[in-house]
């Protein structure tokens, strides 16, 4: 079942920037999806069709469901978005209340909404936070809150912008970890090629509002000469494997 299905989606600022041409790509359920590409190149923007944030010309269609100005809801509650800043989603007085938010909105019980944010925060390695204010946290801290703030609301597909940027090694590590125990569909947009190897089963190619390329990871992130054309470098556990073969022969 296609899980995410974007057909000739262009998009314009409305300072006049043009940031998608055409895109077109579909995500099957189950699968997770990168983006990568040069700075500038969409992936963000794209990012924020996915649940209705911004509406260009073209089709996009979430579970197989067409996004209209009548379902956004509906689909916002299928497709949790975490921003590539968590100051961007978090914005209330404690963790508590930036996990709530959403569930008492739906009109979720309170002694629903207290286990569910407990659960949330325990899965995301969050427990005992629950009372902090967001904004003391650690950057490592508010990413794991964020990612909790959709999971919270039982997304079907998670949408990541950059989730492991301005993260320390083993902060990284971890955080790609609870990403891949995620059994949902995902699409991440990132210039973490190690985490698109790590993570992801095919790759998107995005330049200047365009998809330049779409494939398997392993042929894809392979591919010195594509990605180079497009800013890009082979992740390290590619360059190692081919290093390798060069000595074996
Ligand atoms: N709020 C905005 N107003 C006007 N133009 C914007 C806005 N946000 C992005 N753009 C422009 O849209 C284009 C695509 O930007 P976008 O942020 O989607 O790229 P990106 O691939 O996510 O880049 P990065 O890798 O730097 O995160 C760029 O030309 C950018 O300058
Ligand atoms: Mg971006």
């Known amino acids: 079942m296609t899980a995410i299905k974007v057909e000739n989606l262009s998009y314009s600022y409305p300072d006049g920037s043009q940031a998608l041409r055409g895109v077109s790509l ?21 990012l924020l069709h996915l649940n209705g944030t911004l509406r260009g010309d073209g089709i996009v269609e979430i579970l197989g469901e067409k996004l209209t100005g009548k379902n956004l809801d509906q689909i916002r ?51 005992d936070h629950e009372a902090h204010a967001p904004h003391r946290l650690s950057l490592g801290q508010k990413k794991r809150v964020a990612l ?3 999971l919270a609301m039982d997304c079907t597909i998670l949408a990541l912008d950059e989730p492991t940027g301005g993260l320390d090694p083993a902060g990284r590590e971890n955080f790609i970890e609870l990403i891949k125990a995620q059994p949902l569909t995902k699409i991440i947009a990132t210039h973490d090629m190690d985490l698109a190897w790590q993570l992801c089963d095919r790759v998107a190619i995005i330049d200047q509002g365009r998809v330049s390329a779409l494939g ?24 190692i494997l081919s290093h390798k073969s060069m000595v074996n022969l």
């Open 26 to 46: 579909e995500v099957v359920r189950g699968e997770t999806l990168g983006l990568l590409g040069p700075n500038g190149a969409g992936k963000s923007t794209l």
């Open 77 to 127: 509650r299928r497709v949790g978005l975490v921003f590539e800043d968590p100051n961007d989603q978090l914005f209330m007085p404690t963790v508590f209340d930036d996990i709530a938010f959403g569930l008492l909105n739906l009109g979720r019980e309170e002694s629903v909404v207290r286990r569910l944010v407990q659960e949330t925060l325990s899965a995301v390695g969050m427990a």
């Open 148 to 150: 909790a703030t959709v």
């Open 216 to 239: 398997p990871s392993a042929e894809l992130l392979a591919d010195a000469q594509l990605l180079r054309a497009h800013q890009l470098r082979c992740p390290l556990g590619i360059d």
